[in-house]
């Protein structure tokens, strides 16, 4: 069952990544939207509230993933969001430490992806 509270946010600085990950999702059946950087995620979800999941990048400008999850612990109508990291780095579970409920590596497995999608906003 698609998610139905809102479209997931795929925010990476690669447009490739965001059109690949936005069009696995449309395949199974899921509404995305997507945005470049940390900046313009914030500005969606601040408009957008009730978004299920965000998956975001660690590496971007203007603002990066760190920077993003600093933001959104400020605020309490985005800090329960989850968040799931996407990097290449090979400290993903490191990293995914610093607030993210989950991470995914990059090139993204999509029966992972998928599986993420499915415990962070239901089947």
Known sequence: MPVSKGPILVVDDDPDVRGAIHDALAD??????????????????RSNPTTPLVLLDWNMAPM??????AETAKDPSLSNIPVVLLTADARAAQKSKNGFMDYLVKPVNLDALFAVIVRYCGS
Do not use: H, V
């Open 64 to 69: 990066n993933g760190p920077q993003f999850m």
């Open 28 to 45: 199974e059946g899921y509404r995305s939207t997507e945005a470049a950087d940390g900046q313009d995620a914030l500005d969606y979800l």
